[in-house]
């Protein structure tokens, strides 16, 4: 490799989001267990689990909603306690229950948001071309559908192009289209090197969208692991029988797969 390639080469492999021990401790209750991944630019993670596995828990601690109870987050070599502003501005964060208020249309609070984060009001238009909310004239967001709502928070999350882009739950209530959209949406962010991180139920959008799932159950990883590998252990549809094996042991999986 020449000089310059190792240079390009070098500079790619310090573009990481690392987590290092993070855990969540409220009073006696341990919400999130130590947990460390590194997650290089480009690269898509799924966080899955059950009702209360800490998805959001560990989502918030990331976007800085949660101070962690112990370890560090480094996001391409800064660290969020230590440099916040220089770590928040690399950031996208789509929130998992945001409650809309005000009579705003969606352009209009694409615009809000666009002004606090100083990016230009064409990046609005396109945005809401690109989540299909171009054409609500003057409907006001509370009058929005749930996945029209989650559509508006995915443009707000990537106004910036940011270059790690945190997405609680973002699929809860897409139709099948915009399943599939999303899921294109968030590999055109990967290919253009951003870091993508988000939390579903829905093991099908994981499987579909993401590189690699980390698997929680009560605060703890069950599993962590690249889907290639999840699919060589457990074959096609792998993930749901990694899920069944992991919630329901092994017998329990192979009883519904025979079902
Ligand atoms: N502020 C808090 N104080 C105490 N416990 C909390 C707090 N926030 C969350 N929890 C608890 O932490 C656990 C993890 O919750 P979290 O919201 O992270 O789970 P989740 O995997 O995102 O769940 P869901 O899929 O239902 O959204 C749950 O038992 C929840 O009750």
Known sequence: MDNMHNDAALAMSSLTLELDHISKVIGNKQLVAPLSLSIAAGQIVALCGGNGAGKSS?????????????GSIVLHGTALHEQRDQYLAELGYMPDDYQFTGSFTAYESLKFWAELKQQPVNRV????????LHETGKKK??????????RLLLAQALLSKPSLLL??????GLDPY????FVAIIDE???GGAIVLFSTHQL???EAAADYIVMLDQGEVKLSSSYEQIRLQYGEQGLQR??????????GAMERVRA
């Open 58 to 70: 560990i989502i918030r601690m990331i976007a800085d909603l949660s101070r962690p109870s112990s």
């Open 125 to 132: 238009r396109e945005l809401l071309e690109l989540v299909g």
């Open 141 to 150: 967001v509370h009058q929005f559908s749930k996945g029209m709502r989650q």
């Open 167 to 172: 997405l609680d739950e973002p699929t809860n």
């Open 178 to 181: 915009w399943m599939k959209r």
């Open 189 to 191: 962010a990967a290919r």
């Open 204 to 206: 099908q959008v994981a």
């Open 242 to 251: 990694a899920y069944e094996a992991i919630f329901w042991g092994e017998e």
